[in-house]
Structures are given as structure tokens and as C-alpha cells.
């Protein structure tokens, strides 16, 4: 029933930025005591890798993928109705799909692969 579509992505070169957005549609999350959202990348041929995570029930508290920390960022707006994943200084390895996710717990769980829903992904193609 939950609906998670990102946004934002494309074709940049080496060294540029994009920034991706993401917002949920559908059921309410209600049920659970506490959320979080983040991101997961799929280059081709290789498994999905954690990005980034944000926390959403209430402090903002973000864990970040460790070879990535400084140079992408993430954050919600004020309203909680959308996240984005800044990207800065893209290299050519950053390219692939890039997965919005939802999942119950904080933003360490989503590191952790705790996800309960995926969106269908944005394509990011970084040429050198």
C-alpha cells in the first residue's frame, strides 16, 4: 500500500552534483512506534549498498555509508514530507540505481537492512 517515489536523478560528470528527493504516498505509518527513511544504491552487477539514513519519528539523527560521509548528505524538510540525498563531488563508481526506503526503527536499523518498503528506484549515470 505505501508508495515511495524518488526523484532527481540523471546523467552528470565527474565531479558535479545532483540532488535526489523522495516522498511517500498511501497508507499511514501508524503502526509503527518509530520510522525511518533512507537510501540504497545498485550499481550493475553488484549488490545494493547502504547510502544514507535519516531518522523520521523525531530527532533527525543520520548514519551515513563510511566511505561516503562528506560528500553526500541527507536531511528532511521541516514539514516531514520529503527526503533528500545531496550528492556532491560524484564520482564514476557512484553510478547506479538508487533506492528510497521506509522501515520501522531508527536510522541504524535501516543501515542494518531493517526495510520495510522500497521505491522503484532513480537511475544516477556519472560520466568521467
Known amino acids: 500500500q505505501v508508495q515511495l517515489v524518488e526523484s532527481g536523478g540523471g546523467l552528470v560528470q565527474a565531479g558535479d552534483s545532483l540532488r535526489l528527493s523522495c516522498t511517500a504516498s498511501?497508507?499511514?505509518?501508524?503502526?509503527?512506534?518509530?520510522?525511518?527513511m533512507g537510501w540504497f544504491r545498485q550499481a550493475p552487477g553488484k549488490d545494493r549498498e547502504f547510502v544514507a539514513s535519516?531518522?523520521?519519528?523525531?530527532?533527525?539523527?543520520?548514519t551515513y555509508a563510511d566511505s561516503l560521509k562528506g560528500r553526500f548528505t541527507i536531511s528532511r524538510d521541516s514539514a516531514k514530507t520529503a527526503m533528500y540525498l545531496q550528492m556532491d563531488s560524484l564520482k564514476v563508481d557512484d553510478t547506479g540505481v538508487y533506492y528510497c526506503?521506509?522501515?520501522?526503527?531508527?536510522?541504524?536499523?535501516?543501515?542494518?537492512?531493517?526495510?520495510?518498503?522500497w521505491g522503484q528506484g532513480t537511475q544516477v549515470t556519472v560520466s568521467s
Open positions: 526506503v521506509l522501515g520501522e526503527g531508527t536510522s541504524r536499523d535501516i543501515r542494518g537492512g531493517k526495510i520495510d518498503y
Open positions: 498511501g497508507r499511514t505509518f501508524s503502526s509503527f512506534s518509530r520510522y525511518a
Open positions: 535519516i531518522n523520521w519519528s523525531n530527532w533527525a539523527s543520520t
